[in-house]
């Protein structure tokens, strides 16, 4: 087993690294109260082997499968859960499934009844690399993405590796994404790695798995431990997701994977920083070349001009003052913020 301790004094947690479910700890084990939220891909896989983890009887709340569904709705659909099998302040909330069961059911545990107890337990590669680890919890809004959420660490994060077997292909190339903006935003030796083990990684070779899986969570464990709630350095994880939440929002929440939005939104990243003389044509080539070996897109839907992107952009989160703000390239693997990028640049890059 490997592990990785996200840092942040009592709220301190551990992310254990297995092919199994094994590594649960006593003192959630023998929590008297629990609900497993999952969805119905995941738990007839799953769910019986994880109850069987815990010493009291669970409950369970399956929520459809899908992006489309991480909504204020399926959040109402969770609290009256607990509410009508009266469940206290001491009930743990398990997250089972990817990342739109792990942001549903922390923001779920950070309002029920002022703030409950969850684990997340992630199925899905971009869940177990990234959304899983770091507290940030949220549902979608008709007019952007992750709009109404909160801040809610997990008091332990369960990543058996095993799960991914399970997953399509296009989803595994969709957390590929997440996992390649890690090497882009802070470590260029990273990426050379994962073009070095490239074919390793589409076999799942579980070892070669399992240290790439690691090397991302230490990678955003330590960025959390530095800025919690990203009044700086953690916007940095961002990159890509100006442009992609923009793709997701615009093609309607589903169509397109949440790793393949971000995939193309590294591109644009890219491309923007080239045309500020940061970056190279020929970095700009190797970010698209890393992206391509995992059969990741490369451009946004033909129908979605930069225009259309305008509105989403203006509503982000990282919007500060008013003024537009992404996440570029001072180099590869040297993600910076940019705070002075105007319509009018965007639309010289891009049009």
């Known amino acids: ?39 119905p891909t995941i738990a007839p896989l799953y769910l019986q082997q994880v109850s069987a983890l815990f010493s009291a009887a669970s409950h369970h709340i399956l929520i459809e499968d899908g992006e489309e569904f991480k909504t204020l709705n399926s959040f109402e659909t969770v609290l009256s859960f607990l509410l009508e099998h009266r469940m206290s302040r001491d009930v743990l909330l398990v997250a089972l499934g990817g990342g739109v069961i792990g942001d549903l059911t922390g923001f779920v545990a950070a309002c029920y009844q002022r703030g409950v107890r969850f684990m997340q337990i992630p199925t899905s590669l971009l869940a177990q690399v990234d959304s899983s680890v770091g507290g940030k919890t949220a549902v979608n809004h008709p007019l952007g993405k992750n709009m109404v959420g909160a801040f809610k660490q997990p008091e332990q994060v369960i990543i058996n590796t095993a799960t991914l077997k399970t997953l399509p292909p296009r989803e595994f190339a969709a957390g590929m994404a997440e996992v390649i903006k890690y090497a882009l935003l802070g470590d260029v030796d990273f990426l050379h790695w994962l073009l070095k083990h490239s074919e390793q990684i589409t076999n799942q070779q579980p070892a070669i798995i399992a240290q790439m899986i690691q090397h991302c969570c230490q990678m955003k464990a330590d960025i959390v431990s530095r800025d919690e709630t990203e009044r700086g350095e953690r916007a940095l994880l961002n990159l890509g997701h100006t442009f992609g939440h923009a793709i997701e929002a615009f093609m309607g929440y589903g ?19 080239a045309h500020r003389g940061w970056i190279s044509q020929q970095d700009v080539a ?34 500060k003052d008013g003024q537009m703000r992404f996440v570029l390239m001072a180099a590869l693997g040297q993600a910076v913020i940019v705070d002075d990028i105007t319509e009018t640049e965007l639309l010289q890059v891009f049009a």
């Open 1 to 39: 087993m490997q592990k990785v301790d996200v840092k942040l004094g009592e709220r301190s947690y551990p992310i254990d690294i297995n092919t199994d479910f094994s590594s649960l700890s006593e003192i959630l084990a023998n929590t008297k109260q629990v609900v497993i939220v999952s969805n």
């Open 286 to 319: 190797a970010v698209r070349s890393a992206l391509q070996c995992f059969t990741l897109p490369l451009a946004a839907p033909e129908t979605m001009k930069i225009a259309d992107f305008l509105p989403f952009m203006k509503t982000d989160k990282k919007v």
């Open 255 to 273: 169509k397109w994977l949440h790793g393949e939005a971000v995939a193309v939104g590294m591109v644009m990243a890219a491309q923007l920083s």
